[in-house]
């Protein structure tokens, strides 16, 4: 296969990296450096990196703050030439885990092209709310 071949295959390409890690704190340094790695592996901008590792950031610790006890957060990374998605999920203790009407969903807002999140209704065997946040960026240039 010829470069050209690569090339023109690898703009249909997406590659998903996924982790998941214990709802808690300490676990940030972790998924803040998978983030940042990624994003890099990706090709994004630097700049474009900081974005992501700060939005991821802020999902994370709100969803950490109001996790459920024993449970995990997980994080799921998809990127393509153009665009990279991010999936984080986790069980909350409350309906306000990613409250839209607070200041870190302001800044996620402001830092990606796309943000939504999901929550289902209270499920008694995991003791909490599954929450769902979905955020995007689309390449620069």
Do not use: K
Request: hydrophobic share 45%; net charge negative; proline share 3%.
């Amino acid at each position: 296969m010829g470069m050209g071949d690569w090339a023109s295959r690898s703009s249909t390409t997406t590659t998903t990296v996924a982790v998941r890690v214990p709802a808690q704190l300490e676990q940030l340094i972790m998924v803040r450096a998978l983030a940042e790695t990624i994003s890099l592996i990706a090709d994004f901008a630097l700049d474009e990196v900081t974005d992501i590792r700060l939005a991821l950031d802020e999902v994370a610790t709100s969803l950490m703050l109001d996790a459920a006890p024993g449970t995990n957060l997980e994080c799921q990374f998809s990127y393509d030439d153009n665009r990279m998605f991010v999936h984080v999920s986790s069980v909350a203790t409350s309906e306000t885990a990613m409250g839209r009407d607070g200041f870190g969903w302001h800044i996620v807002r402001t830092l990606t092209d796309s943000i939504a999140a999901v929550q289902r209704p209270y499920d008694s065997a995991i003791g909490g709310y599954p929450t769902l946040v979905d955020f995007s960026w689309v390449r620069a240039g």
